[in-house]
C-alpha cells in the first residue's frame, strides 16, 4: 500500500508569483485536505477536497485554491505569493474503509518566498 | 485566536520516566481529540485519539485523558523511549470522522537516555 507523497519537496519561489503543489493520497482514500505549517506553528486547514469537490475552507484567502482528481489526486495552488506564505504545506488522505477519522500525512512541501 | 494551546514548547524526560504532555482548548463544539507525532522530514503520524464521551483511551504506552469541563486533555507515555523524542500536536475536530483538525502550536519531547 503505497502512502501519501507530496511533491515537489522543497521550492523557493518569489514574491508575486504563482505555485502549484501536488498530493498523491493513499490508495483507497477519497478525501485530502491541506494544511500550511508555519515555522513554530502547528498545522493550520486550508481545505478539504470529497471526491473532486470543496468539502470545507478554513480561514485562508480565494488566491488559495485547489483541485482534486478522479483518481483522488490533489493540487494546492498559491497565486500572488506573499513573503508569509513561506511554510511547510502537508497534504492528508482519509476515508477508505475501515480507517475512519485517521488523516494520514504526507511529508510536506518547503515553500519560500523571496 | 489559538483554539487549542499547547502551552509547554518542550519537555525533557528521563528515559524509562512518564511523559506527560498538556493540552488545552476553547471552543465548546470540539468533540473529538486527536495526539499526532512528528520527526523531522517527515509527515504527522497519527497516535492515538478519544471521544468526548470517554474520559480516558488507552493504546499501549500511550494513554490519552479528557476533561471536559476544563477543557484540558492530556497524553500519558510511560515508560518513555528515546524514539519518542518528536514534536507531539494535539489536534481537535467538532464531529468523529470531521478531518478538518485545529492543531496546537506543539510540544518538543526530549527523552535522555
Known amino acids: 500500500e503505497t502512502g501519501v507523497t507530496q511533491s515537489p519537496t522543497h521550492l523557493i519561489k518569489t514574491r508575486g508569483q504563482q505555485v502549484t503543489l501536488r498530493c498523491s493520497s493513499q490508495?483507497?482514500?477519497?478525501?485530502v485536505s491541506w494544511y500550511q505549517q508555519a515555522l513554530g506553528q502547528g498545522p493550520q486547514f486550508i481545505f478539504q477536497y470529497y471526491r473532486e469537490e470543496e468539502n470545507g475552507r478554513g480561514n485562508f484567502p480565494p488566491r488559495f485554491s485547489g483541485l482534486q482528481f478522479p483518481n483522488y489526486s490533489s493540487e494546492l495552488n498559491v497565486n500572488a505569493l506573499e513573503l508569509d506564505d513561506s511554510a511547510l504545506y502537508l497534504c492528508?488522505?482519509?476515508?477508505?474503509?475501515?480507517?475512519?477519522?485517521?488523516?494520514?500525512f504526507g511529508p510536506g512541501t518547503r515553500l519560500l518566498v523571496l | 485566536d489559538q483554539q487549542v494551546k499547547q502551552n509547554s514548547p518542550s519537555l525533557s524526560v528521563q528515559e524509562g520516566r512518564i511523559s506527560i504532555l498538556n493540552c488545552d482548548y476553547t471552543?465548546?463544539?470540539?468533540?473529538?481529540f486527536l495526539w499526532y507525532k512528528k520527526y523531522p522530514a517527515e509527515g504527522p503520524t497519527f497516535l492515538i485519539s478519544?471521544?468526548?464521551?470517554?474520559d480516558k483511551n488507552e493504546d499501549g504506552r500511550f494513554t490519552v485523558f479528557l476533561n471536559k469541563s476544563a477543557k484540558h486533555l492530556s497524553l500519558h507515555i510511560v515508560p518513555s523511549q528515546p524514539g519518542d523524542s518528536a514534536v507531539y500536536f494535539c489536534a481537535a475536530s467538532p464531529n468523529f470522522g470531521n478531518e478538518k483538525l485545529t492543531f496546537g502550536t506543539g510540544t518538543r519531547l526530549t527523552i535522555i537516555p
Open positions: 490508495s483507497g482514500h477519497n478525501t
Open positions: 492528508a488522505s482519509s476515508g477508505g474503509q475501515g480507517v475512519g477519522e485517521t488523516q494520514y
Open positions: 471552543n465548546s463544539m470540539f468533540d473529538y
Open positions: 478519544i471521544s468526548s464521551i470517554k
